[in-house]
């Protein structure tokens, strides 16, 4: 289990990241969310022993995470950080030996990840000569090569067309399934929502949300009501006490309220609207929490 | 440990097995085999037939005869004779010196026993020629009760060796390009190596799985025990060049020296010279490379590199011309001070001792100056190091510096 306790950083003035906790489980997919400049970086640097934060602890099953601990950690950085000049296979051997993976092991696992991500051939090219995603893929591999117990993953779909982007993500849910605790961060929120159970939001430095996704948008009280019909009165709808906002879309609108207590106003305008077809109360997407608190943090 | 050694030896299998070492020693290979048979080259393409030897003689009535058979004896073999000989008169002696019209002045005078010699001339060139062919005649004249010659010579008083001189000028190619090639391979090794790993991201992921420390220790190893390898081959070019010198002597029957010959033969003391200089590059290499190690985690890019490599580059450059220059053109106060700078020291030392500029008392507080130096660096850039190899700032080198020296305080 990662322990993460009231952890606090600073350089100087500028405090990095102050008074975060968290804890992941075993088969547990934890997210860390913030916009640039956040402070997740200087976290997954604390997580792995490379700085030591000013206050608070970090531990990985009982004890202080250290740089000892390197070996069983896995980490995918948002951009491309692969030595491009070297062939492949000569690339693991040296990313992977770094972890202390034995050659055999490495030339198994690269093997059994090259064909899982269809990428065999390229196994002897330079790695300066495969496109954006297959490098992508190539990254991803460094990061499972030593098979870790902790995988931190940042942006790890970034440059991924679709199919490539499951294959990413069942490779995820496996590494769920055998036990590996996985931090995931990701700017595409809705990757976020279909992954993680539990999240935090740093925002320079401070947390702005935090816990279980369910709880958060239960917290958050703002609903969605998605509504189609052949006519619309906008007028009315927008008369209701509670409305924030309402969204014009090709088939349907999207009205954005403030509480529960307003879905009844608005179902009783809807009801004299000609062809209701659809009348959907919709919890708001994690985008849209994120967005709204990162704004009024920056607000405040 | 094993991380270390590990980095260690993926460093210099990346370097070892480029075509591009292969290509440079090669290069290198050939131009120290020229280097040390220089003597022997010119002396290949120089034609000294086209010279004379003006030389005005004084004999008495007994000496006459060994003029004629030293003109003989010297131009013999010769289509157009080389040694000229012209009969003067004694009021030469006192104007020797201050006259263009001769090289040698040669008087020969009996005495009871044998006869005396006294030779004039403005350099050495043709002194073991003349004197040995004269006592050889007079063997030849004297025949029994022999008495070897007395030998009076004379030179110019402000005569300088030209020898000596060649020598210390040829130090500067013995020694201080080799240095200089040396510390320049380094600092490009460590480097690139650094550069291209942290302009790459890949910096990242290594980090992530060993210390910046022993990410920064590593590479100052492996570039060290690259020049230490490329200083090995270099000796063994300089071997190949002096036994092709040596062979080449042996089959053209020219009695020209390599410049290893020479240099053993003018340094006594070479096995301590070799000794201060494996020192000095060694140590005088650590601190170059520690600095370049610092610069290249500075950069974000290779262009960024290049640029802040300059200073460093100057240094080297200013160095290498100090020992090349500052002995030949008098400008000993200049290489004895430069020798007492630890950037300048690992190419001065070496050069300024050899000449016997500098006592041993003075190599080693040089020596102390710059192993006192490098350390003080070693401990001042390693934390600065383990912050900026992690960090993409943009802004100018020395305002990034301060940025990196703050931020290391605090990590």
């Known amino acids: 289990m990662l322990d993460v306790k009231n952890v606090s950083m600073s350089y100087g003035e500028v405090k990095a990241v102050q008074n975060l906790s968290f804890t992941i489980k075993p088969g547990e997919i934890f997210g860390l969310l913030g916009t640039n400049g956040a402070g997740k970086t200087t976290t997954f640097r604390m997580i792995m022993g490379l700085i030591q934060p000013k206050s608070g602890s970090i531990t990985l099953d009982g004890h202080q995470v250290s740089y000892d601990d390197v070996n069983d950690i896995g980490y995918m950085i948002e951009e491309r950080s692969l030595l491009t000049k070297i062939t492949v296979k000569d690339l693991m051997y040296y990313l992977g030996q770094l972890k202390e993976v034995s050659k055999e092991d490495i030339e198994k696992r690269l093997d059994y990840w090259l064909d899982r991500f269809h990428i065999t051939e390229y196994k002897l090219k330079k790695v300066k000569e495969l496109s954006k995603g297959n490098q992508q893929k190539i990254q991803f591999i460094a990061a499972l090569i030593n098979n870790p117990k902790l995988l931190i993953l940042d942006e790890p779909f970034s440059g991924l067309d679709p199919i490539n982007t499951e294959l990413f993500v069942q490779t995820i849910r496996d590494f769920q399934k055998q036990g590996t605790m996985v931090i995931f961060s990701s700017h595409q929120l809705d990757h976020v929502e279909s992954f993680c159970e539990k999240i935090v939001v740093l925002e320079k430095g401070q947390v702005i949300l935090e816990g279980p996704i369910q709880t958060i948008k239960e917290t958050y009280q703002k609903l969605n009501i998605r509504i189609k019909a052949t006519h619309i009165d906008m007028k009315s709808l927008e008369n209701i006490e509670g409305v924030i906002q309402i969204d014009t879309y090709p088939n349907a609108i999207m009205v954005k309220v403030a509480s529960k207590e307003c879905v009844k106003d608005v179902f009783d305008v809807v009801k004299t609207f000609d062809h209701v077809t659809t009348f959907d109360v919709l919890e708001p997407p994690l985008s849209e929490i994120f967005i709204d608190k990162v704004t009024r943090h920056e607000k405040a | ?411």
């Open chain 2, 1 to 411: 440990m094993k991380k270390l050694k590990f980095l260690i030896s993926f460093g210099l299998k990346k370097r070892l097995l480029k075509k591009s070492f292969l290509i440079s020693n090669i290069i290198i290979g050939l131009l120290t085999i020229v280097i040390i048979n220089l003597p022997t080259i010119i002396g290949l393409f120089d034609n000294d037939n086209d010279q004379t030897v003006q030389i005005a003689y004084i004999t008495d009535r007994e000496t006459s005869s060994y003029i004629t058979s030293l003109d003989v004896t010297l131009n013999q073999g010769l289509d157009v004779p080389m040694f000229i000989f012209t009969e003067t008169t004694t009021e030469l002696e006192d104007t020797f010196f201050d006259q263009q019209q001769y090289d040698i002045l040669l008087r020969l005078s009996a005495q009871e026993a044998s006869i005396n010699i006294q030779l004039y001339r403005f350099n050495t060139t043709y002194d073991t020629a003349i004197l040995q062919t004269l006592q050889l005649l007079d063997v030849i004249d004297q025949n029994q009760n022999y008495m070897p010659p007395t030998t009076e010579t004379f030179l110019p008083q402000d005569y300088e060796d030209p020898v000596i001189n060649e020598i210390i000028s040829g130090l500067s190619s013995v020694f201080t390009l080799p240095l200089f090639l040396i510390l320049t391979f380094g600092i490009q090794f460590v480097g690139v190596d650094i550069i291209e790993e942290k302009s790459s991201k890949a910096i990242e992921t290594i980090i992530s799985s060993v210390k910046a420390s022993i990410h920064f220790l590593s590479k100052i190893i492996a570039s060290l025990i690259f020049i230490l390898i490329q200083s090995i081959l270099l000796v063994i070019y300089g071997l190949i060049g002096s036994a092709i010198g040596n062979q080449s002597t042996s089959v053209t029957g020219m009695s020209t020296e390599s410049l290893t010959e020479v240099f053993v033969q003018y340094f006594p003391n070479w096995q301590s010279i070799l000794v201060i200089t494996a020192l000095f590059i060694l140590i005088g290499a650590m601190l170059y490379l520690v600095i370049a190690a610092l610069t290249a985690s500075i950069a974000t890019t290779q262009e960024d590199y290049q640029t802040f490599q300059g200073p460093i580059m100057i240094l080297l450059v200013i160095g290498f011309y100090i020992s090349l220059f500052a002995s030949a053109a008098g400008g000993d106060t200049i290489l004895r001070i430069a020798s007492f700078i630890p950037f300048f020291a690992p190419m001065t030392v070496p050069v300024a001792y050899a000449s016997g500029l500098l006592s041993n008392i003075e190599v080693f507080l040089a020596l102390a100056t710059l192993l006192i130096s490098t350390g003080i660096v070693i401990v001042l850039v390693t934390p600065i190091y383990k912050v900026a190899i992690l960090s993409y700032e943009q802004t100018k080198l020395f305002q990034r510096l301060k940025f990196y020296i703050q931020k290391s305080k605090h990590e």
